[in-house]
């Protein structure tokens, strides 16, 4: 490989090669392109060297169609654990598509925080095998729907599901913290997923519009049972005993 000045990231790799990130990922992941791994899961390539290997009649012969099975592909954990780090941003996989957005500001990051410990110092009575975490932890759903729930409850019966580095199954209590770049698809995309994996308790909180809603699934449906705004007390009655005064989130 050339000097590492001249080394540059999958993505400017992809955009210099008019390519998907997802190809340049699944070449590196076959050993089609060359390239360098610099500290944990951070991919780097020379153009020249890459242009190069891609060019020999090896390569060349199969990349017109590898590159036509690839715009369908729904990609899976296992091209999730291909991704490189990138500072300011998180990955998941939603029914098999990419998805990237900027880590959450402070105040997402503050709500975040203040809710953990009530559920925390609730479940610790209540569950004391039980366990609350937060992002950044993967969880796979299934093969196609890798995500990272702001925080989530796993409860004593399902210590099964919690494997050395995710956690491999639905939760029973899952909360995203809304953010703007984010809003629609934790509402959408990421309560059909959590309501087809089967997430008991699915909760949204809003930190700008001050605001929580509590679905839990009522014949394989979402409802809502429980929902507060701005300094109401809401009390889950799924949740014995646990009540939330939302002025203490904001």
């Known amino acids: 490989m050339s000097d590492n000045k001249e080394l540059i990231t999958a993505q400017v790799l992809a955009e210099a090669l008019n390519l998907s990130v997802e190809t340049i990922w699944r070449y590196t992941r076959e050993n089609k392109i060359p390239y360098i791994v610099l500290g944990s899961k951070n991919y780097r390539y020379n153009l020249a060297d890459v242009i190069r290997s891609l060019t020999e009649p090896r390569v060349q012969e199969k990349a017109a169609e590898y590159k036509e099975v690839e715009i369908n592909k729904k990609l899976t954990y296992q091209d999730y654990l291909l991704l490189p780090e990138e500072d300011g941003y998180r990955f998941e996989i939603l029914d098999g598509i990419l998805i990237k ?9 503050r709500v975040s925080r203040k809710l953990q410990r009530i559920l925390e110092d609730y479940f610790w009575k209540v569950d004391p095998d039980g366990e609350v975490f937060d992002a950044p932890l993967d969880v796979t759903l299934h093969d196609i729907s890798v995500v990272q729930p702001d925080l989530f409850y796993v ?3 399902q210590k099964l599901i919690v494997k050395e580095r995710r956690i491999d199954g639905p939760p029973t209590l899952i909360v995203e913290v809304l953010s703007p770049s984010s809003s629609r698809k934790d509402r959408l ?23 929580l809603e509590c679905f839990s699934l009522q014949n ?19 949740f014995t005993g646990l009540s939330i005064a939302l002025r203490d989130l904001w």
């Open 101 to 109: 957005e900027p880590s959450p500001n402070v105040m997402h990051q």
């Open 189 to 211: 995309q990421k309560l059909k997923i959590y309501q087809e994996a089967q997430v008991q308790h699915y909760w949204l909180v809003n930190p700008q519009e001050k605001t």
């Open 155 to 157: 409860s004593g019966d």
């Open 220 to 238: 394989g449906i979402y409802a809502l049972l429980a929902a507060g705004m701005d300094e109401e007390v809401v009390e889950h009655p799924g």
